[in-house]
């Protein structure tokens, strides 16, 4: 197939073009830079020469990006927690997907992947359902996602056989740049991983590059409304995501116990502030409910589909910290854990680069 891949330079979408070259398939990339995504992929061994200069916002550069295509992955979005860019975080995620799907659809391609958000399905402390009607948030990143949600769901009762993925927090080796998860994971280790209510599910970026793979290939048996995937990850409590990182660090992770309550409390006050006073603390109201209301959601749809379990979390937070630490984000003594190679010769722990 030839496939035109959105959001090439994030994680997700790199790792899914790694993976559909890797299948034989035929790869096209809308980028921003050019530039910056030909050596990101001659650095990991990909020659990539067919990509189209643009943003997804400018449609008739999405219209030329889609000739001659017969699929297409939208793994492009912008991630941003900041209630500051609200509206650009909407704007950007809703109309590039609504440029990229939806030209997609009228041009007659029907083999198409989107990478939606659990984040899309969140409503407090509910049980996430695909299946379920969409919440109304009002947080900034979970309203683009639900409005994003709302156009998938329309091509999909349409007929329009859209296949939706659903990731947990995605953590991963061989980022392009710094993603805000894989950042979040370095932020743990810089400062501290709050015993809270609740927890997180992490997942590989490798088991859902995988899976895009699968659902881009996989013939159209079902209605069109059923390709909904979860890819959640493995769930975690905060106590056991600290018991993770102290045995993957030889230096302990700081854990205060933090109640739930008081987390939220202190993302309103937190939000407040940015109005008036710019801070980097990356606490807003947001992601306090996200880490202290989130309840398990499980990904057996997608376990079926690759055939195997998804991979452990230990191993992938080894793997994002080894490739973390070589690329000079942080340095950190790593412990020798689950067969991987010890780092020895790094120094201690120091400030996030």
Not at 34 to 55: C, L
Not at 106 to 117: A, C, L, P
Not at 135 to 140: R, V
Not at 212 to 239: C, I, K, M, Q, S
Request: charge should be negative.
């Amino acid at each position: 197939m030839k496939v035109l891949v959105t959001g090439a330079t994030g994680l997700i979408g790199a790792h899914t073009t790694m993976g559909l070259l890797d299948n034989g398939h035929d790869v096209r990339l809308l980028a921003r830079s050019p530039q910056r995504a030909k050596q990101y992929f001659n650095e990991h061994g990909y020659d990539i020469q067919d990509i189209v200069e643009g943003d997804m916002l400018d449609a008739e550069i999405v219209r030329e990006a889609l000739t001659g295509c017969n699929a297409v992955v939208h793994a492009a979005g912008l991630v941003c927690l900041d209630p500051k860019q609200a509206d650009t975080v909407y704007h950007t995620n809703v109309n590039g997907m609504r440029n990229v799907l939806g030209i997609a659809h009228t041009m007659g391609i029907d083999r198409m992947v989107y990478t939606s958000s659990i984040s899309a399905l969140f409503d407090g402390d509910k049980e996430v359902d695909v299946w379920g009607p969409l919440n109304e948030s009002t947080a900034p990143y979970a309203r683009s996602k639900i409005a994003c949600e709302a156009f998938a769901r329309e091509l999909q009762e349409q007929g329009v056989p859209l296949r939706i993925s659903y990731p947990g927090m995605v953590l991963g080796p061989d980022d392009p740049g710094l993603t805000t998860s894989n950042k979040g994971l370095l932020q743990f280790i810089e400062l501290m991983v709050p015993i809270t209510t609740s927890g997180v599910q992490i997942v590989d970026v490798r088991d859902v590059a995988e899976l895009h793979v699968r659902l881009l290939e996989a013939e159209h048996t079902l209605p069109a409304t059923e390709y909904r995937y979860v890819v959640a990850g493995n769930f975690h409590d905060w106590r056991d995501v600290t018991s993770i990182m102290n045995r993957v660090l030889e230096k302990p992770i700081l854990s205060p116990p933090c109640p739930g309550v008081v987390l939220r409390a202190l993302g309103h006050v937190l939000d407040a502030l940015r109005k008036v006073i710019p801070h980097q603390i990356p606490l807003t109201v947001e992601s306090a409910n996200l880490v202290t209301l989130w309840k398990p959601i499980f990904s057996e749809r997608t376990t079926k589909i690759l055939g195997k379990s998804l991979r452990p979390t230990e191993e992938t937070i080894v793997d994002t910290l080894t490739w973390a630490n070589r690329k000079g984000h942080i340095a950190c003594k790593m412990a020798s854990t689950g067969g991987h190679n010890t780092i020895g010769q790094l120094a201690e722990i120091s400030d996030i680069k």
